[in-house]
């Protein structure tokens, strides 16, 4: 069975269009599992009820020695602890740096779920070789979409083109990025040099 890949423009015209429409729903499923195997929402939130009942584990063990809290008041201290943290985890979620800090103490809880992902994801990638011919890194709902579009509006013919074309998008899209980049640097040490100045004149 040949692969065909960047090197390969065998297929084109009607036979790379239904190769793509044959790959499309293989490509949204693997995209789909990759969401669920790299977010961070999971993972952290299991990461942020450890922490969570950790420190309430430490603040009732605490002050059960300094004799403020009795074995049975500390019982329920804890267990008003562990209620709330449910909800105080989904909090921490909310903000960037912390939700990637409590990623990486909850993924290796996932690590069976994560590995099961993985495999299916493998398994995927294997029926959309053999289902379309076509290499698995186009194996992304993105790119077929995109090829798709491309060979029916006659824009590209060929596997090959349809690459060339795309990587000509994602280029532009990257200058279009980095000229807004520049653009609001630009804006930012203009305000700050007009600041200085005012500033100077005072």
């Known amino acids: 069975m040949h692969i065909f890949g960047s090197e390969g423009n065998e297929v084109e015209g009607v036979h790379l269009r239904e190769a793509i429409e044959r790959g499309i729903p293989f490509a949204r499923k693997h995209d789909h599992l990759g969401k669920k195997l790299n977010g961070l929402f999971l993972p952290a939130y299991i990461g942020g009820v450890i922490v969570v009942l950790a ?33 105080s985890s989904f909090l921490l ?31 995927i990638r294997m029926q959309f070789e053999n289902q379309t011919k076509l290499a698995a890194y186009f194996c992304n709902s993105y790119t077929l979409e995109r090829f798709y579009h491309y060979v029916e509006t006659g824009v590209a013919t060929s596997l090959k083109e349809c690459e060339m074309i795309l990587q000509q998008e994602n280029l532009r899209d990257e200058i279009k990025s980095l000229k807004n980049e520049v653009a609001e640097l630009r804006y930012d040490v203009d305000r700050d040099l007009d600041r200085v100045r005012r500033e100077t004149r005072h």
Not at 98 to 109: H, N, Q, S, Y
């Open 55 to 87: 420190l309430a584990l430490f603040t009732t063990m605490t002050m059960v020695k300094e004799g403020e809290f009795s074995n049975v008041e500390a019982i329920t201290s804890f267990a008003m602890f562990g209620s709330g943290a449910f909800i």
């Open 93 to 123: 979620t909310i903000i960037p740096i912390v939700r990637d800090i409590l990623a990486g103490l909850g993924r290796p809880f996932l690590f069976k779920r994560n590995r099961k992902l993985e495999q299916e994801m493998k398994y």
